[in-house]
């Protein structure tokens, strides 16, 4: 993913896991409340919080980053060609998924490849 994805996504959990004010001020997004000038000028912004929802980010992510949840699925050569062939047949995805014992998800991704 690119990097802008990427900030967005991780933006995206963030206020999952708190709220728009502070997303608004995990992503440096100007003024993290849009209706009051001078919250800025005359009090901290919340890092704690931001801090807090990170913690709350990274337990939800957890599993990924330490590669638990991410399991490689490996088929053979020979049930990758009966996937492209039952494809050129114009078999639908569903059957090719339940002939070759694979997830849908798999076909699709080896039709494309």
């Given at each position: 993913?690119?990097?802008?994805?990427?900030?967005?996504?991780?933006?995206?959990?963030?206020?999952?896991?708190?709220?728009?004010?502070?997303?608004?001020?995990?992503?440096?997004?100007?003024?993290?409340?849009?209706?009051?000038?001078?919250?800025?000028?005359?009090?901290?912004?919340?890092?704690?919080?931001?801090?807090?929802?990170?913690?709350?980010?990274?337990?939800?992510?957890?599993?990924?980053?330490?590669?638990?949840?991410?399991?490689?699925?490996?088929?053979?050569?020979?049930?990758?060609?009966?996937?492209?062939?039952?494809?050129?047949?114009?078999?639908?995805?569903?059957?090719i998924a339940e002939r070759c014992g694979v997830a849908?998800?798999?076909?699709?991704?080896?039709?494309?490849?």
């Amino acid at each position: 993913m690119s990097f802008c994805k990427l900030r967005k996504t991780a933006g995206n959990l963030i206020r999952d896991n708190s709220d728009g004010e502070i997303a608004g001020i995990f992503l440096c997004h100007g003024q993290a409340v849009k209706t009051d000038d001078l919250a800025d000028v005359y009090t901290n912004r919340p890092f704690k919080k931001v801090f807090t929802a990170q913690d709350r980010v990274w337990e939800f992510l957890k599993d990924i980053f330490e590669g638990e949840a991410v399991k490689e699925c490996k088929i053979s050569i020979g049930t990758i060609r009966k996937i492209k062939a039952l494809h050129a047949e114009g078999v639908p995805v569903k059957e090719i998924a339940e002939r070759c014992g694979v997830a849908e998800s798999t076909v699709r991704a080896r039709i494309k490849g």
